[in-house]
């Protein structure tokens, strides 16, 4: 517990009542959050129950997808998809910190024998849908992130240049036309006269937002990033949306 919450004692976002840390979010609110154990490596797609311990999926053996890891502790819904709909919403600050908090553990656990990327990534907004919220929510939790494992943020370096309808309201098919070459990898002009772009971005980045569900949109902004040098992607979510029923996401 930080010092000061001794004596500013965080408000809960969920239940209003003190939560007794530094951090907006009481431990009673945080155990009815949903974890995803046993959760595949690569895609963080929920392991069907029963399941012993983390496998590949089939999906992603069958067709790998350009990132490597997928980090991805809790499955989205309520109460966590309170907080998650706060980060888009208002200034998202209380929120980021909650997500972040939660996060920077999870994958400190997770590559506890392993390298962890050389910089981190938000995922971008386009500059109309940026302007409209006032602020990226990725880039709140990244930076949070950033801190807790003492790894640097890259602001700007990915840009979504195509508005495009949310995700939320459509279809698998439909998100990867969505999103299909809606990302670039921002160049100096240095860069461009030269062709320098791949010697510019780290080796090993890990992309950052808040929840992923097809994963649609982090496919698109990973192969941008692999065209522009990078070699390898990781990704790193707060959580992943449930398995499919009725052609209908679990949230």
Same mark, same amino acid.
């Given at each position: 517990?930080?010092?000061?919450?001794?004596?500013?004692?965080?408000?809960?976002?969920?239940?209003?009542?003190?939560? !007794?840390?530094?951090?907006?979010?009481?431990?009673?609110?945080?155990?009815?959050?949903?974890?995803?154990?046993?959760?595949?490596?690569?895609?963080?797609?929920?392991?069907?129950? #029963?399941?012993?311990?983390?496998?590949?999926? &089939?999906?992603?053996?069958?067709?790998?997808?350009?990132?490597?890891?997928?980090?991805?502790?809790?499955?989205?819904?309520?109460?966590?998809?309170?907080?998650?709909?706060?980060?888009?919403?208002?200034? &998202?600050?209380?929120?980021?910190?909650?997500? #972040? &908090?939660?996060?920077?553990?999870?994958?400190?656990?997770?590559? !506890?024998?392993?390298?962890?990327?050389?910089?981190?990534?938000?995922?971008?907004?386009?500059?109309?849908?940026?302007? %409209?919220? &006032?602020?990226? %929510?990725?880039?709140?939790?990244?930076?949070?992130? #950033?801190?807790?494992?003492? !790894?640097?943020?890259?602001?700007?370096?990915?840009?979504?240049?195509?508005?495009?309808?949310? %995700?939320?309201?459509?279809?698998?098919?439909?998100?990867?036309?969505?999103?299909?070459?809606?990302?670039?990898?921002?160049?100096?002009?240095?860069? !461009?006269?030269?062709?320098?772009?791949?010697?510019?971005?780290?080796?090993? /980045?890990?992309?950052?937002?808040?929840?992923?569900?097809?994963?649609?949109?982090?496919?698109?902004?990973?192969?941008?990033?692999?065209?522009?040098? /990078?070699?390898?992607?990781?990704?790193?979510?707060?959580?992943?949306?449930?398995?499919?029923?009725?052609?209908?996401? /679990?949230?």
């Amino acid at each position: 517990m930080n010092v000061l919450a001794g004596f500013f004692p965080g408000i809960c976002v969920l239940c209003r009542r003190r939560s !007794r840390c530094d951090v907006d979010l009481c431990p009673e609110c945080e155990a009815a959050f949903e974890h995803n154990e046993r959760a595949c490596p690569v895609c963080a797609e929920p392991a069907t129950p #029963g399941s012993a311990s983390p496998e590949i999926c &089939g999906a992603c053996i069958v067709s790998p997808p350009p990132w490597t890891i997928t980090v991805a502790p809790f499955i989205y819904g309520a109460p966590l998809s309170r907080v998650v709909e706060g980060l888009k919403s208002g200034n &998202g600050l209380r929120e980021a910190r909650i997500l #972040g &908090g939660l996060l920077g553990p999870a994958i400190r656990t997770r590559y !506890r024998r392993d390298v962890l990327p050389d910089a981190l990534i938000a995922m971008p907004l386009t500059r109309r849908r940026r302007r %409209q919220r &006032g602020y990226n %929510q990725a880039e709140l939790l990244a930076s949070v992130v #950033g801190r807790v494992v003492d !790894r640097p943020v890259l602001k700007g370096k990915l840009v979504r240049t195509r508005h495009s309808p949310p %995700q939320r309201t459509l279809p698998r098919s439909a998100r990867l036309r969505n999103v299909r070459g809606a990302f670039d990898v921002r160049r100096t002009v240095r860069e !461009r006269v030269f062709a320098r772009t791949a010697e510019t971005m780290p080796k090993r /980045v890990a992309l950052v937002d808040d929840v992923t569900t097809t994963g649609a949109t982090v496919r698109a902004a990973s192969e941008t990033l692999r065209a522009a040098g /990078v070699e390898e992607v990781h990704v790193w979510v707060a959580a992943k949306t449930g398995p499919v029923r009725d052609g209908r996401f /679990v949230a």
